[in-house]
């Protein structure tokens, strides 16, 4: 076999294959066997038909066509490797020349990953927010506790902001109730946001056995965006008690035995968030900084694919869970569909382009993943699905994904390396050191800045 390896554009290239007739003998072999337990010939048993009378009984060119047809990925996969490409999703494949006897010679035009110059990426720089918890910050933690170990009993009065009331809602649409447009016994806060649009203003006001009804559009159900006349009744109005914010409240609502020790605790996790947070900032931002560096082409057939996978797992997976589809989305969203199509290509190319860089930085540097990165990512992804470790384990096996996951964990310490590389300032100008205590945390959280950039790998949902 001969092959030769034309570049069509930095992303695409053809091959030209050219195949001795005599390689295609395992071929034509296994094409004949096939043929002979399929058919069935007078005078001859099952299996044991000559070639000669499967050629004249059903024609060479059917058996010529089989042939190929199981020879092509081999002959395919050997110019592939020869050439050493990186091919990305299928090819096109076309038979340009079959003699029988003679030869095969066929083309296959497949994108392939663009071949990149990463340049120098220790002079990046980047700002990110400080590390700063403010004593009203520590006043609203510690407020929201508070709010948690709130106690209600029943009030004679009409019903306020922040009260807490039993309600039975009925919803109509057209005149007519719906079938899951009933509720009672309903607990709702005044205030909180948590129900209908416009149950604030109906119920405040009212005591227990008023009610009103007001026009709000429905959030969920089976008239799920539609408009709906709502009527609402208070069968209780209950007021909230807070606690009072003393060394008892703080034995009460946690482990420490003063409002003092309370209010420490809170400001040292209300730091540990903020760092997080701070370095997770980093890395996105180191991200887009290094992308700004590298020219990066985009095969355009990977690209469409990227963004039809995109559409289609928002529109049958997420809001399909949500009872909307995309028009109501993007009235919602206060986007216009063309807005939504360009946001959605810009997010497709970015996915596809970090993915490109970071893969070769992780040859670049030479970058391996161990089992033990590799499993406390794979706790991380379940904790994330909702699912036991062991089930997500499970999954990823059967469903042939641990590459995909091996390439996250890659992906994350490439982005890791250039960080760490990277000078990152608060916006105090404080050089914020990222390579100390928090090392361990910054490695680990990589792959999820990475991914999250990503969106969800492209090579892998294309490349066969």
Do not use: C, W
């Not at 709906?228 to 482990?255: C, G, Y």
């Not at 797992?313 to 869970?321: K, M, S, V």
């Amino acid at each position: 076999m001969k092959s030769a390896v034309e570049t069509l554009n930095p992303t695409r290239v053809r091959l030209t294959v050219e195949v001795p007739f005599e390689e295609l003998k395992d071929s034509l072999d296994a094409a004949y066997k096939k043929i002979n337990q399929q058919v069935t010939v007078k005078g001859f048993r099952k299996g044991k038909i000559p070639a000669r009378v499967i050629d004249q009984r059903f024609g060479r060119g059917a058996v010529l066509e089989e042939a190929v047809n199981d020879a092509l990925p081999k002959f395919y996969t050997e110019a592939v490797n020869e050439a050493e490409l990186n091919p990305l999703g299928q090819p096109e494949v076309d038979i340009t020349e079959l003699k029988d006897g003679e030869t095969l010679n066929f083309t296959a035009e497949v994108d392939v990953r663009p071949a990149l110059e990463i340049p120098d990426y220790s002079g990046i720089e980047v700002e990110v927010d400080a590390v700063e918890v403010t004593d009203e910050d520590v006043e609203k933690s510690v407020e929201q506790l508070r709010e948690r170990f709130a106690s209600t009993s029943p009030v004679e009065r009409a019903a306020e902001d922040g009260d807490v009331v039993t309600i039975d809602l009925e919803a109509k649409v057209d005149g007519e109730v719906l079938e899951d447009g009933i509720a009672s016994g309903v607990s709702y806060t005044i205030g909180s946001g948590e129900l209908l649009d416009g149950i604030d203003d109906a119920v405040k006001g009212l005591e227990a056995g008023g009610e009103a009804t007001f026009t709000s559009e429905l959030k969920g159900g089976s008239a799920a965006g539609r408009e709906a006349e709502v009527t609402v009744k208070v069968t209780q109005v209950a007021a909230r008690e807070l606690p009072e914010l003393d060394d008892e409240f703080a034995q009460l609502a946690s482990e420490f035995d003063t409002l003092d020790e309370l209010k420490g605790d809170s400001r040292k996790r209300l730091a540990d968030m903020k760092t997080y947070d701070q370095a997770t900032q980093a890395q996105e931002r180191v991200l887009e900084k290094l992308l700004e560096l590298v020219e990066v082409p985009v095969p355009e057939k990977l690209l469409e694919d990227e963004i039809n996978t995109r559409k289609h797992n928002l529109e049958h997976h997420q809001l399909a869970q949500m009872g909307l589809d995309l028009d109501k989305y993007l009235e919602i969203q206060g986007k216009t569909a063309e807005e939504f199509e360009t946001e959605t290509r810009e997010a497709a190319v970015k996915g596809i382009k970090t993915q490109f860089v970071l893969d070769e930085l992780v040859k670049i540097e030479k970058l391996n993943v161990n089992q033990e990165e590799l499993t406390e990512h794979l706790m991380r992804r379940a904790a994330s699905s909702g699912m036991s470790p062991d089930q997500f384990a499970q999954a990823v096996v059967e469903g042939g994904q641990v590459p995909l996951l091996v390439g996250e964990v890659a992906r994350g310490k490439a982005l890791a390396v250039v960080v760490e590389a990277a000078t990152v300032k608060d916006t105090n100008g404080e050089i914020v050191d990222l390579d100390d205590e928090d090392e361990d945390e910054t490695a680990t959280e990589a792959p999820e800045a990475a991914d999250e950039a990503a969106d969800a790998p492209a090579e892998e949902k294309t490349e066969g």
